[in-house]
C-alpha cells in the first residue's frame, strides 16, 4: 500500500491559490495560503471557504439502520428527524472515545455518519462490525463527497445568493438537499468554528465550479480562503474539543466533560454502557480532572502535553494551545485536578521549558459569537 498522502479533488486548486500544504491524517491539506491571522480574523468578522473533503462519510441504509446506530454509538439516534444532525461519539467497550461524529438523518432510513480524518477507517470498521447483527447496510463514502466549508457571519449572504434552497428556514445542526451555484448539495448548517457558517456536501467532480462559484460571490463581502491553522485556532477559541487531543481512547465522554452525549435512557444495549455508567457515578463522586480554559498572562504559547503546575506540583496538562487572534494572548485547553478546575482560581501555571508561566483559569469558551 502506498504512503502517499491523498489529494482532494481541491488539490489544483489550493495549489494555484499559493497555499502551504501539510499532510494531514494522510491527506495533502492546504495549512495556510496566506496568514493565518488574517484567515481567522476573516472568518470571525466576514466569511472563510474551507476545503474538508478528506472527513469520513459513512452511509447506514436499511430497515434497521437507526438500531444499528443506537448500538454502535452512544446518541439516541432514534430522535433525530428526518434533516436533522446531531453531535455524537463512537466508544469502546471500555468507554474510551474512538472518535466524535455528525450524525445526519437524510430520510426515513438512510443516515450519514461523518467521522474525524484520521479515524474514518477506524470508525468504519467499528460501525461495520457493530451492525452486523442488524438489518442495515454501511457503505464507505468517503470517495463519493467533497466537502467545502463557507464560515463567518457573512456565510448566509453569500450562500444565499448562489441558491434558492430556504437557508433561512435551516436550523443548526440540520441538512437539506438543494441546488448550489447549479451544483447537487447536501447543504448542512453546521461548522467548526464557533460562527454561523454552512458545510457543502457535493460530488468531487463539481467540488472545483462549487469552490469557484464561492469565491466569486464572496468576493466584495470579504470571504477568503481558509487553512487548517486557523481552523485549529478558531476551533480553540470556540472551546469545541479535537480528536487526539481532548479527546481520546484513554478518556471516556464523562472525563471530557460531554457526558451529556450519553444517553442511557435510550432502549436496549450499546457498545460501551456498562463502562460509561460507571463512568458516570465516578464523574459525579469524584471527578478526576476537569477540562478547563487558560488565559495566558505573558506571551509565551503553551503547547499538547505541558504540564500545568500549582504549588510547584503538576495538576495537570495541555490538551491544546495556541495564540488567540480574537484576544490577542495564547490560550490552552487542559485537565486539570478538581480543587484548580474553578474559573479564576489563582496560582496556576504551566511549564513552558522550566518556566513556570502564569496563566489566569477561564471557563470555556474563550469566544462566543453575538446572535
Not at 112 to 128: E, H, Y
Not at 150 to 169: F, M, N, Y
Not at 306 to 325: I, L, M, Q, W
Request: with cysteine; aromatic share 6%; proline share 6%.
Amino acid at each position: 500500500m502506498s504512503n502517499a498522502p491523498r489529494h482532494t479533488a481541491l488539490d489544483a486548486t489550493h495549489r494555484s491559490l499559493g497555499a502551504t500544504m501539510t499532510d494531514f491524517a494522510g491527506w495533502d491539506m492546504p495549512l495556510r495560503y496566506a496568514s493565518e491571522r488574517d484567515e481567522h480574523n476573516a472568518v470571525r468578522t466576514r466569511a472563510g471557504l474551507f476545503d474538508l473533503s478528506h472527513m469520513g462519510e459513512i452511509t447506514v441504509t436499511g430497515p434497521q439502520a437507526v438500531n444499528a446506530l443506537d448500538y454502535a454509538l452512544v446518541g439516541n439516534i432514534g430522535t433525530i428527524g428526518v434533516g436533522r444532525a446531531r453531535y455524537t461519539m463512537i466508544c469502546q467497550e471500555d468507554g474510551g472515545i474512538l472518535d466524535d461524529l455528525i450524525v445526519y438523518r437524510l430520510a426515513e432510513t438512510e443516515y450519514m455518519v461523518v467521522a474525524n480524518a484520521g479515524n474514518a477507517q477506524t470508525v468504519l470498521d467499528a460501525v461495520t462490525g457493530r451492525a452486523a447483527g442488524f438489518d442495515a447496510v454501511v457503505r464507505d463514502d468517503r470517495d463519493a463527497y467533497a466537502l467545502i466549508a463557507v464560515q463567518g457571519p457573512e456565510s448566509p449572504g453569500i450562500l444565499k445568493s448562489v441558491t434558492d434552497a430556504d437557508l433561512d428556514g435551516l436550523k443548526y445542526y440540520a441538512g437539506l438537499p438543494g441546488t448550489v451555484a447549479g451544483v447537487p448539495a447536501l447543504i448542512a448548517r453546521t461548522g467548526y468554528t464557533g460562527e454561523d457558517g454552512f458545510e457543502l456536501f457535493v460530488a468531487p467532480a463539481d467540488a472545483e465550479k462549487l469552490w469557484q462559484a464561492l469565491t466569486d460571490a464572496g468576493k466584495d463581502a470579504g470571504l477568503v480562503p481558509a487553512g487548517l491553522s486557523c481552523r485549529d485556532t478558531l476551533r480553540l477559541e470556540a472551546g469545541m474539543p479535537l480528536y487526539g487531543h481532548e479527546l481520546t481512547t484513554a478518556l471516556t465522554p464523562f472525563d471530557a466533560g460531554l457526558g451529556r452525549v450519553v444517553k442511557f435512557e435510550k432502549e436496549g444495549d450499546f457498545v460501551g454502557r456498562a463502562a460509561l455508567e460507571a463512568a458516570a457515578e465516578r464523574a459525579e463522586t469524584a471527578p478526576p480532572r476537569r477540562l478547563v480554559g487558560l488565559v495566558a498572562e505573558g506571551r509565551r504559547v503553551p503547547r499538547a502535553g505541558f504540564p500545568v503546575v500549582a504549588d510547584g506540583k503538576v495538576v495537570g496538562e495541555v490538551t491544546s494551545g495556541a495564540p488567540s487572534p480574537t484576544l490577542g494572548r495564547p490560550i490552552a485547553m487542559a485537565y486539570v485536578d478538581a480543587a484548580h478546575a474553578a474559573p479564576g482560581t489563582s496560582g496556576v501555571g504551566v511549564d513552558i521549558r522550566g518556566t513556570h508561566e502564569p496563566y489566569e483559569v477561564v471557563a470555556l469558551p474563550f469566544y462566543k459569537r453575538r446572535k
